[in-house]
């Protein structure tokens, strides 16, 4: 997906090396100057979404969090 936009896609967060997660769009628009937009839907839960690679054939969980992510397993 991001080969065929040819963009970077950040979701609702966004963590910076090892700071915490940053749900505030005002504070990510703030920080991470590079970013031609944010979307500003309000401040969203601390609770970290689980995050999959499909690059390979079979998918690797990098991150479980909110969400079941055994159907991946």
Not at 14 to 38: F, N, R
Not at 42 to 51: I, N
Request: glycine residues 6%.
């Amino acid at each position: 997906m991001v080969r065929e936009l040819g963009n970077p896609i950040i979701n609702t967060s966004a963590k910076l090396e090892q700071d915490e997660a940053i749900s505030d769009p005002i504070e990510i628009a703030k920080k991470l100057k590079q970013i031609d937009m944010v979307i500003d839907g309000g401040s969203l839960a601390s609770e970290q979404s689980s995050v999959i690679s499909l690059i390979d054939d079979v998918p690797q969980i990098l991150r479980a969090g909110k969400g079941d992510v055994a159907q991946f397993l």
